[in-house]
């Protein structure tokens, strides 16, 4: 029963305009259990004969049927899982992995097939007299010994046809001769062998010799007979076509890690270059949210749901009108207090800049008069003493808050409660410290002296108006209304025309936040865009890396489509080996940019929060950067055709 037959098979090589007939319809057939040698001289055909045998090339013309299958038309999927199953290669350069040990060599066709005989290499090894060896690299065999682990590559799978081209051709005398009883032995267990060779001495070894001349059969002879033959394993299955078979996920990643480990100089670079982006983009955000938030604690130390009440100048056609400004009182103050529903407090302000002495030290500050409801509106009730009282404002008290700038600036270290001090020349107690609040854009909130309302106008600035009001509204959905409300209230009260009831000055301090809320979050965004930039730029870079690890992995890539791997499996290694550098920069990177924002707020003081937003978002978008860049190289590996792959330097 024959094995092999060809039926006017033909394969035609176009270069540009230049064609070439390396084979010309060629019949053939090859029985089950042969030892059959090609011979011919340089450029013949013979070695495409025999790639086109091990499923590494397509024919142009004809037919090549393999134990009644016609595989001359198999997919690439088809043709990769036949290359598997039935046939093995022995090739005149050896073709091992020179990073990987004889065992892993000898182990490499399991990775693409369905069985997992985890021993099997090592007892194959042992077999072809190399025990001793497994755990060497290929530069650490003879040519003969490496040989030798190509040819129980070749076994490792328990093929049913053996394709040697050369196997002598690179070893000395004694070597070749050992090499080819060895490959007799494996003919007489039943593997059908088919051997390329310039040696007459060696066909004669075989049981059939077929000579080619032009690329056309022109002897084909016996000489001796024909070892038993054995039964191929059953066919593989063609109804399933799958691109990648899920249950190899695990040896892809085997794959690619020792790819990445192979080339430690290379694949450290490029972790580094995602690194360096994932890092920046953690950093950056953390920067900017921490702004974020700062904005956000300074705004709301001036407290919540207030409305900033303020007159203004009039004006006439877009001119400020002098003289023309409402002043408000303490009246008004009361009156919206107790005739607009919703209002929570309401602090009226006169202020001015005075000289403040105590002992030998003076201090030039701002002086605040205002009521107690301000403690509550803008949060500042004393960290230490206390807020005056209604009874000490309506009675003009002399008695003062200070905040943290002046008690520094004037006391130091020594504690001011229960001290005097002068401001224009007027005895104050110091009765409490106002918390800290720290710098407002140009404002310092800490460098003031609270005191109250009654007493500034009328004992300390002489004037009889207010300058502003902070008025707080009880809940958040009404402060526009109670805005309306007291901007009617006020023109109604000081009998303003409609068209100066603009000059009522009423700002939203919620509106205002959330202004500045969105500056920052815009600040925020743009920092993390500049670093994500540099993310994308780490993935361009991957992407060169692996096209260049593509160029010198050609022939890998070749051996390893003929030994089994298709199109999805080195897709599916290639981007694995861009995913997994990385994933590792992405996760390196993570911890490199929560460092630099500890670091930037501890050695710059400037505030950072690192939020699992950021991680999440930085972390996989790293993992897509290596997805997307690799698509391209493992497409471009995936394509290679296995005997073009092969034959490239």
């Not at 060696?202 to 084909?220: H, L, M, P």
């Not at 630099?596 to 690192?610: H, I, K």
């Not at 978008?621 to 005997?643: C, M, Q, Y």
Request: proline share 3%; glycine share 10%.
């Amino acid at each position: 029963m024959s094995l092999i037959r060809l039926e006017k098979v033909g394969k035609v090589y176009r270069t540009g305009k230049i064609t070439l007939a390396a084979l010309r319809e060629a019949d053939l057939v090859i029985e089950r259990g042969e030892f059959v040698a090609i011979m011919g001289p340089s450029g013949s055909g013979k070695s495409t004969l025999l790639n086109l045998l091990g499923l590494l090339d397509r024919p142009t013309s004809g037919k090549y049927i393999l134990n009644d299958l016609e595989v001359s038309k198999l997919d690439d999927r088809q043709a990769a899982a036949v290359r598997n199953r039935w046939i093995g290669f022995v090739f005149q350069t050896f073709n091992l992995l020179p990073r990987m040990t004889a065992e892993a060599n000898v182990a490499l066709p399991l990775v693409y097939s369905e069985s997992k005989d985890a021993d099997r290499p090592a007892a194959l090894l042992e077999q072809v007299g190399l025990k001793e060896r497994v755990q060497h690299l290929p530069s650490e065999l003879s040519g003969g010994e490496q040989q030798r682990v190509a040819i129980a590559r070749a076994l490792v799978n328990r093929p049913r046809l053996l394709l040697a081209d050369e196997p002598t051709g690179n070893l000395d005398s004694k070597s070749g001769g050992e090499i080819i009883s060895l490959i007799r032995k494996l003919n007489r267990e039943g593997i059908t062998v088919i051997m390329v060779t310039h040696e007459e001495e060696i066909a004669r070894a075989t049981d059939r010799i077929i000579q080619i001349r032009d690329g056309r059969i022109v002897s084909d002879q016996k000489t001796g007979t024909a070892a038993e033959t054995a039964e191929l394993p059953e066919e593989p299955s063609l109804k399933r076509r799958v691109l990648v078979n899920t249950a190899r996920i695990g040896e892809y990643f085997t794959q690619a890690g020792r790819a990445l480990f192979a080339n430690k100089a290379r694949s450290f670079l490029s972790v580094l270059g995602v690194l360096i982006g994932v890092a920046s983009v953690i950093a950056m955000l953390a920067l900017g949210r921490g702004a974020q938030d700062d904005v956000s604690q300074r705004i709301s130390r001036l407290g919540s749901n207030l409305l900033f009440v303020r007159a203004s100048r009039a004006r006439v056609g877009g001119i400020a009108v002098e003289g023309a400004r409402v002043r408000f009182y303490p009246e008004d103050a009361e009156a919206i207090r107790e005739t607009i529903p919703g209002v929570r407090g309401i602090a009226p302000y006169v202020s001015g800049r005075s000289q403040v002495v105590w002992g030998g030290r003076n201090w030039n500050t701002r002086v605040e008069g205002t009521s107690v409801d301000y403690a509550e509106i803008r949060d500042s009730h004393p960290d230490f003493g206390r807020f005056f009282t209604e009874r000490e404002n309506a009675g003009r008290e002399k008695v003062a808050v200070l905040g943290r700038t002046v008690v520094r600036e004037l006391f130091g270290d020594e504690n001011p409660l229960g001290h005097f001090i002068k401001i224009r020349g007027i005895d104050f107690q110091v009765i409490g410290l106002l918390p800290e609040k720290g710098a407002t854009g140009w404002r310092d909130e800490d460098d003031k002296i609270i005191i109250p309302l009654s007493t500034a106008m009328y004992r300390l600035l002489g004037t009889n108006h207010i300058d502003s009001m902070d008025v707080q509204v009880a809940e958040m959905g009404l402060m526009d209304e109670v805005s309306e409300r007291i901007q009617r209230l006020l023109a109604h009260r000081h009998r303003l025309p409609e068209g100066r009831i603009e000059s009522i000055d009423i700002r939203n301090l919620a509106d205002l936040q959330e202004t500045i809320a969105a500056t920052a979050r815009t600040f925020a965004y743009l920092l993390g865009s500049i670093a994500l930039v540099s993310l994308l730029v780490g993935g361009i870079g991957i992407m060169n890396i692996m096209l260049v690890s593509v160029t010198e992995r050609t022939r890998e890539i070749g051996l390893r489509k003929a030994i089994g791997a298709n199109r999805g499996d080195l897709l599916c290694q290639f981007i694995l080996e861009a995913v997994a550098i990385c994933g590792i920069g992405g996760l390196l990177g993570i911890f490199f940019g929560a460092g630099v924002s500890v670091a930037l707020a501890r050695l710059a003081e400037w505030t950072t929060r690192v939020t699992p937003y950021s991680v999440a978002l930085a972390f996989f978008f790293s993992v897509a950067v290596g997805l997307i860049f690799g698509i391209w190289p493992a497409r471009k590996a995936s394509k290679l055709d296995p005997i073009e792959a092969l034959r490239r330097e």
